[in-house]
């Protein structure tokens, strides 16, 4: 390595400042004498910076990349938190379910309680909404059948929140589902916590009607409605929407199935011979009276 004077350097410190002010006005001047001159000076000084700016750009990017990533992280670390205080929530619930599948155990064994057969079913996604001899029936995509595609037929098609129809016509891959909004669709229900029957039928609208039910008992505005076994169509107790008197004042169902946009539909193949629910007793006053009269 050289090494310079003392007197050399301040030398040179001084001569610096008056030497960059002659070349900055021979460049001036220049560039006043020629146009071409310049423009080429300011191009081969650009293809001369370019490599060193892309050389700086380079990790430039790479910090800006590496402060999101760095965001990132910070944001999947409070998620982590999140999803840890979630699990152990989850947890406590898990052993609440547990203590209570262990009671209800315990309480079907002394009651003898003979579970009812789980039913075949199969997932179809919705794939076509035409109506072909049905006004109101969509046709359902099914898993290749193993046997007799016509087995499917009166399997009752629910999606993830009510009952949607029954399949009334099924090939190897494809199941037509008759939607309970269809004017030849008739579903047996019953109706509240007394299960009081009655007869759901399709009128091509939005919203199914309620016929023949209990003289002198219409049903009341926001009833549960549920199938009822009544004929061997239906499985019992499959949940089908709610009592709502409209303008006319005529008893309707408000289906708790979004039929207007399904989506997904799972088809369920009840055995036969399924047993009807129980409904609760229901007292009427006069009767209440009198066995209160002769307990007295």
Not at 60 to 88: M, P, V, W, Y
Not at 121 to 147: E, K, W
Not at 183 to 198: F, H, L, M, T
Request: hydrophobic share 45%; proline share 9%; net charge neutral.
């Amino acid at each position: 390595m050289i090494r310079l004077s003392v007197p050399f350097r301040q030398a040179l410190s001084r001569l610096t400042l008056p030497v960059m002010l002659i070349f900055s006005l021979g460049c001036v001047l220049i560039g006043r004498a020629d146009q071409n001159i310049a423009n080429r000076l300011r191009a081969a000084l650009d293809d001369i910076l370019a490599p060193a700016y892309m050389l700086v750009s380079g990790p430039i990017r790479a910090a800006e990349h590496g402060t999101g990533e760095i965001g990132h992280l910070f944001e999947l670390s409070a998620e982590n938190a999140q999803l840890r205080a979630q699990n152990a929530e989850l947890l406590q619930w898990q052993e609440v379910a547990m203590a209570l599948q262990a009671q209800n155990d315990a309480l079907k064994a002394e009651l003898h309680y003979v579970p009812a057969p789980t039913p075949e079913f199969f997932t179809g996604q919705v794939v076509a909404d035409s109506g072909g001899i049905y006004a109101r029936s969509v046709l359902a995509l099914v898993p290749p059948a193993n046997g007799d595609p016509h087995s499917l037929i009166g399997a009752v098609a629910m999606d993830g929140r009510g009952l949607a129809g029954r399949v009334v016509d099924a090939g190897s891959r494809s199941a037509r589902v008759l939607l309970i909004t269809d004017i030849n669709s008739r579903v047996p229900v019953a109706i509240g916590a007394a299960g009081a029957p009655a007869l759901m039928a399709g009128v091509n609208g939005p919203d199914p009607s309620l016929l023949y039910w209990v003289p002198g008992q219409p049903p009341a505005e926001g009833a549960m409605v549920l199938t009822s076994a009544e004929g061997g169509a239906f499985p019992p107790g499959l949940p089908v929407g709610v009592v709502h008197y409209n303008a006319q004042n005529q008893p309707m169902v408000l289906p708790l199935a979004d039929l207007g946009a399904l989506r997904v539909l799972r088809l369920f193949s009840y055995p036969d011979n399924l047993p009807a629910l129980t409904p609760i007793p229901h007292m009427r006053p006069d009767t209440a009276a009198v066995r209160h009269r002769r307990k007295r």
